[in-house]
C-alpha cells in the first residue's frame, strides 16, 4: 500500500510539474509572436499623432471610486485631468466617505450640484447627486463627480460611474493609480484596428513602490527595494508580458485588472456590470461580458497591449499582502463556484475550453497540490522512504525554468522601454526570482489556502484598506 501511494505520488507530481512547464512553454511561444509582431508593425508615437488629429478617435470616460482619499484627492485627479487625450471625461465617486474627500473637492474644483436624470442601468446603493463645475477652467469641464452612499466594495462604486458615464467606452480605475500620460491612445488604438468588436482591452500594471512621481506623473520609474513590493513587481511583469499576453494572443483573457482596464460601456451594462458580491471582480467582470457576448453569438475579442499604462502601490508589509491574497483566494474559489457552468462549454470557445480548465487545474487546484506534497514529502521523510536525488531533480529542474523564465521577462520588458532606464536595475528582478520560491511563493500558497478556507465556512470577509506608506514625489 505504502509503496502503491509512493508511486502515484511521484508520478502525479511529474506529470503536474510538466504540466506546469508545457504550459507555459506555449505561452512563452505565444506572447514571444505577439510580441514580436507588435514590434515590427506598431508605432506608438504615429499612433499618438493619427488619433490626437482624427475626428473618429472615440471618446472615453475614467471611472475611479474614491472612499476616504481627503489627504491625496486633489492631487491624484489633477493628475487625471492632465492626461493627453482630446476627448474624455473623468468619474469620480465619492463611496460616501467619512472624511473630508467630497468637500475640498467642491471646494478646489469649484463644484456644485446639478439637475441629472440618474438612471440606474446597473444596481447600486443609493445615489445622492453629480457635481459639475461652475468654473470657467477647460480643464475643470471633464470632471464630473457622483455622490452616492457606502457600498462597502469599490466593485459598488464603480457601477454607480459606469451608470452616469458619457461615453462609448470607459476605463476603471483606482483614483490612487498613476497613469501615464498617452495611456488612453494606447488603449483605443487595438480596439479601432479591429475588424472584431473588442469588448475590454488590458494594459501592463506595475508597481510604484520605488518610484519617483512628479505632478501625478511618472518622472523616474526604480524597482522596488523592499521584497515584498519586489516580488510582485515580478509577478506582474511576468503575468502581463507572458501569461495575459499569450491568454490575449488565442482570445482567452481570464480578467482585466480592476486597477487599469478599458471596457465597452454597453456590452459591461448589458453584462450587468461588476458583482458587488464579489471578492474576484475583475475576473467576474470578463466572465459576465463574455457570457453575454456568446449568448448573443456576436463575434467579440479581449486585447492585452504590453505598454504599461498605470503604477500600483503594492502590499508593503505582510500583514497587508495577507489580506490581499486571502480575498484573491476566496475570489477564486467564489468565481468558480458562480461560474462553473462555463467550463468545458464549447459554447464559450476558448475562453470555457482552454482558459478556465487551465486556471482551475494551475491555479485554483495548485495551493492545495503543493500542500499535499508538502505533507507527503515530510511523511516521506519520517518514513526514511524519500528519494533525495528524485526530489531535487524536480525541484532544481522548476527552479532553473524559473530563472530562464525571468529572463525572458526582462527581454520582453526591455524591448518595450516599459520599466528602467538602467539595465542594472533589472538585477533586483533576478534577485527576486532566485527568493521567491523559498520566501514569497510558501506564504502566498498559504494565504490562498486560508482564502478557501474562509470561502468554504462561509466566514465573512471584508475588503479592508489597503495601508499605503506613499510614494517619493520630485520638486
Not at 492632465?82 to 473623468?90: A, F, M, R, S, T
Not at 469620480?92 to 442601468?121: C, M, Q, R, W
Not at 464630473?144 to 454607480?160: F, L, P, Q, R, Y
Not at 506595475?206 to 519617483?212: F, K
Amino acid at each position: 500500500m505504502h509503496n502503491a501511494i509512493s508511486t502515484f505520488f511521484d508520478y502525479f507530481i511529474l506529470f503536474y510539474s510538466g504540466g506546469i512547464i508545457l504550459s507555459y512553454l506555449l505561452m512563452i511561444r505565444f506572447s514571444f509572436k505577439r510580441h514580436k509582431k507588435r514590434k515590427i508593425f506598431h508605432d506608438p508615437e504615429y499612433t499618438i499623432e493619427i488619433l490626437r488629429d482624427s475626428p473618429y478617435t472615440p471618446g472615453i470616460s475614467i471611472v475611479a471610486p474614491a472612499y476616504n482619499e481627503e489627504k491625496t484627492i486633489i492631487t491624484n485627479v489633477q493628475s487625471l485631468l492632465n492626461l493627453d487625450y482630446p476627448d474624455y471625461e473623468v468619474v469620480i465617486v465619492n463611496d460616501g466617505s467619512k472624511d473630508k474627500t467630497l468637500e475640498l473637492l467642491i471646494e478646489h474644483f469649484d463644484l456644485v450640484k446639478v439637475p441629472y436624470a440618474y438612471i440606474e442601468k446597473i444596481k447600486t446603493k443609493p445615489f445622492r447627486c453629480v457635481y459639475a463645475t461652475k468654473s470657467d477652467n477647460p480643464l475643470f469641464k471633464k470632471l464630473k463627480v457622483v455622490d452616492k452612499e457606502n457600498g462597502g466594495t469599490k466593485a459598488d462604486a464603480s457601477n454607480a460611474g459606469i451608470n452616469v458615464v458619457a461615453n462609448k467606452y470607459f476605463i476603471c480605475t483606482d483614483v490612487d493609480c498613476v497613469i501615464e500620460k498617452f495611456a488612453l491612445y494606447r488603449c483605443i488604438w487595438p480596439l479601432m484596428q479591429s475588424q472584431t468588436r473588442v469588448i475590454a482591452v488590458s494594459a501592463s500594471m506595475r508597481m510604484l513602490n520605488g518610484c519617483i512621481v512628479k505632478e501625478g506623473q511618472m518622472e523616474k520609474v526604480l524597482p522596488p527595494h523592499s521584497l515584498i513590493p519586489l516580488f510582485q513587481d515580478l509577478e506582474y511583469a511576468r503575468s502581463y508580458l507572458i501569461g495575459k499576453s499569450a491568454f490575449a494572443a488565442i482570445n482567452g483573457m481570464i480578467n482585466v485588472s480592476g486597477g487599469f482596464g478599458l471596457f465597452d460601456t454597453d456590452v459591461a451594462i448589458k453584462a450587468g456590470g461588476y458583482d458587488g458580491d464579489s471578492f474576484a471582480e475583475d475576473m467576474d467582470m470578463i466572465a459576465r461580458m463574455i457570457r453575454y457576448m456568446c449568448d448573443s453569438g456576436e463575434p467579440y475579442r479581449i486585447v492585452q497591449i504590453p505598454d504599461i499604462c498605470c503604477w500600483t502601490e503594492g502590499p508593503p508589509t505582510l500583514k497587508v499582502l495577507a489580506r490581499q491574497r486571502m480575498r484573491w483566494g476566496r475570489g477564486l474559489f467564489q468565481f468558480f463556484t458562480i461560474h462553473r457552468d462555463m467550463l468545458f462549454k464549447r459554447r464559450y470557445h476558448t475562453y470555457g475550453m482552454v482558459s478556465l480548465p487551465y486556471v482551475m487545474i494551475f491555479e485554483l487546484a495548485a495551493p492545495v497540490v503543493e500542500l499535499s506534497g508538502y505533507l507527503f514529502i515530510l511523511y516521506l521523510m519520517l518514513s526514511g522512504s524519500l528519494n533525495w536525488e528524485t526530489m531535487f531533480l524536480i525541484f532544481f529542474t522548476l527552479f532553473a525554468f524559473a530563472q530562464v523564465l525571468t529572463m525572458l521577462v526582462i527581454n520582453f520588458d526591455m524591448k518595450f522601454k516599459g520599466s528602467f532606464e538602467k539595465k542594472s536595475n533589472y538585477l533586483w528582478f533576478i534577485l527576486a526570482s532566485t527568493l521567491e520560491p523559498f520566501i514569497y511563493h510558501p506564504v502566498i500558497v498559504y494565504f490562498a489556502l486560508r482564502g478557501y478556507l474562509k470561502h468554504i465556512t462561509g466566514k465573512k470577509m471584508v475588503w479592508g484598506a489597503m495601508t499605503r506608506k506613499g510614494v517619493k514625489t520630485s520638486q
